[in-house]
């Protein structure tokens, strides 16, 4: 229960964010005010959020220190409440942050750490960032497979922001191809979709990237343009660090185009911008700037005295990320364990809590409900022979209500059933898998008529009865919710992607309302009523198989036309 001070704390954030890229550090002030109050009615949803938002005012300033104190704050907390999906966001947050410092190795095991749990929106973003990672490293097929994963956990959330930053990743990939107008159309994409979201962070990035493309292609000039808008627009919403990336891009573009004198004087100032972040690798390509700029201008005593403090830097430099690398994974290290320690502790919490509810619907509520079915069907057959039509109408509902609780009882136990731990993980060929569930439908593709056409090849690895399972029960929904006045055609196609398979079964059916699209893999949620014993819990099992082997699932489609519903597993090499 949250009292009115609480209620009012909440509306305070509201109020605050107006301030936010407007004047920054009235934001940051108010931020702080909130975080105190939630602190001290002990609201620790609205702490969690403000520590979050504080993290990335600093994180924006290019105050990686501070921003990383508050994050880890925010780890703490939300391990203490075991809020799990914070724990996730403020896990992602921190990885950015370590890619961004040049502590890639950091970023990754943090990133992967997210990776071990099952929200599909922070894997999403977890694969992004490693995605991003892997592409600055020029390791373009795991860049490639990370974003493909990110693409593929964010369609089933639609997530239009992460969108924004995947087409962007996408855009990169293309650019090390030396597809520069292909490249430019995915930039240009990912801007309108950032500014749609109004999402600034995603536009200042787009802008970057499309300078970077410029100077790929030697257009020194259209390049400093590009550059130039993207350190205003930066400078104006407050993003310290993203103005100071882009103002260091465009000073490279002077440099590269003959613009000596103006570059090395803008280097020098912009160093002393770096003193006041926490951003080495800035400070250092600005030293190494100045470095050249006086090579090119025959300043080479000042060049050779520069290089001196260049080398004994990077040395600082090397020494403090290895200083901070260690003591980072021995602090990861700890809490790690106490994650998992608490993570499995719940795990087995909530193996006991559904053994308990298994038995007590099969030994309890399910044998009340039969006898319960069972007198209603004696009382309905007296209320015949005694021709008493009135009764026996007002007990039809009630019999129907009877078989609807009990199939709902079915349905809890076959999800119940569902999961995937028992059964061996093994070398599995999909056309077997479509075989073998075709004809667990052979009864009811021979009552429907149904054309079903299927193109499938090659080898998975997972485990062969759940994979079946939902392969039957896709079939199964196809024909439920076809068309009466047309004939069934269901296509079932499999493609190789990223060393994965994606799947697609397809049909020519009713289709499903947009406002159901992002609801039908929900327990029990049921789009229409034409079928009378379905009780919605198909799509639900199959979405819970499909994560459990580390994959996604989900739907396109459009009333009246049809539904194709997409999957992915993964592939034997």
């Known amino acids: 229960m949250i009292d009115n001070s609480t209620k009012n704390t909440g509306h305070l954030l509201e109020e605050a964010r107006m301030y936010e890229g407007i004047l920054p550090d009235l934001y940051l002030k ?91 929106t922070e894997k999403s973003v977890s694969y992004n960032h490693l995605a991003t990672i892997c592409i600055n490293k020029n390791e373009l097929e795991k860049g490639k497979d990370y974003l493909q994963k990110s693409q593929d956990f964010n369609r089933s959330n639609h997530n239009s922001k992460l969108n924004a930053l995947n087409l962007i990743n996408q855009g990169r990939l293309i650019l090390n191809d030396g597809d520069y107008i292909r490249s430019l159309q995915h930039y240009n994409e990912a801007l309108l979709c950032a500014r749609e979201e109004q999402f600034s962070y995603a536009e200042i990035v787009v802008l970057i990237e499309s300078g970077d493309l410029f100077m790929e292609i030697t257009e020194y000039k259209e390049a400093t343009r590009i550059y130039r808008e993207a350190f205003h627009f930066a400078e104006k919403l407050g993003y310290q660090y993203l103005y100071t990336v882009a103002k260091i891009k465009f000073i490279e573009s002077l440099e590269y185009d003959g613009n000596i004198f103006l570059a090395n004087s803008n280097y020098r100032n912009l160093e002393k ?53 260690l003591s980072t994974l021995l602090d990861t290290k700890e809490r790690e ?41 004696q009382l309905e057959e007296k209320f015949k022979k005694a021709g008493d039509t009135e009764n026996q109408n007002e007990l039809k509902e009630v019999i129907e209500k009877q078989r609807e609780l009990d199939a709902y009882f079915s349905g809890l136990m076959n999800y119940f059933d569902s999961g995937t731990q028992s059964e061996p993980v093994k070398e599995i060929e999909i056309i077997n898998i479509v075989r073998r569930a075709l004809s667990l439908l052979e009864q009811e593709i021979a009552q429907s008529g149904a054309i ?91 979405k819970k198989i499909i994560q459990e082997h580390g994959s996604s699932i989900w739907v396109k489609s459009e009333e009246g036309k049809g539904t194709t519903f997409f999957f992915t597993l993964p592939i034997i090499l």
């Open 337 to 377: 364990l106490r994650y998992h320690t608490l993570k499995n502790n719940s795990i087995a919490r909530q193996q006991i809590d559904i053994a308990e509810l298994k038995q007590v619907i099969e030994e309890k509520l399910k044998p009340s409900a039969d006898t319960l079915g069972s007198r209603l069907l």
């Open 452 to 542: 079903i056409e299927h193109k499938v090849s090659g080898l998975i690895y997972g485990q062969e009865k759940s994979i079946v399972k939902v392969f039957r029960e896709l079939i199964l929904n196809a024909i439920k919710y076809s068309r009466k006045d047309t004939p069934i055609h269901i296509n079932i196609a499999s493609v190789e992607e990223n060393n994965r398979y994606l799947f697609s079964i397809n049909d020519n059916g009713i289709g499903i309302p947009s406002e159901s699209l992002d609801k039908i893999f929900k327990l029990f949620y049921k789009v229409n009523t034409i079928q009378n014993n379905d009780v919605g819990i198909g799509l639900t099992v199959c």
């Open 30 to 120: 108010q931020l702080q005010e909130i975080r105190r109050q939630a602190k001290k009615e002990a609201n620790r949803v609205l702490y969690l959020q403000t520590l979050q938002s504080i993290g990335y005012e600093y994180f924006k300033k290019g105050q990686f220190v501070q921003a990383r104190k508050y994050y880890q704050k925010g780890v703490k907390q939300s391990l203490e409440i075991k809020d799990y999906i914070f724990y996730q966001k403020f896990q992602n947050k921190i990885g950015e942050l370590n890619a961004c410092r040049g502590f890639t190795e950091l970023a990754v095991n943090q990133l992967f750490e997210v990776l071990t749990y099952n929200t599909e």
């Open 273 to 325: 911008l770096t003193l006041e972040m926490d951003y080495e690798d800035l400070k250092l390509r600005c030293m190494e700037g100045q470095y050249r700029c006086m090579q090119k201008e025959g300043k080479l005593k000042k060049a050779e005295k520069l290089q001196s403090a260049i080398n004994s830097f990077k040395v600082t430099v090397q020494s403090k990320k290895e200083k901070f690398t």
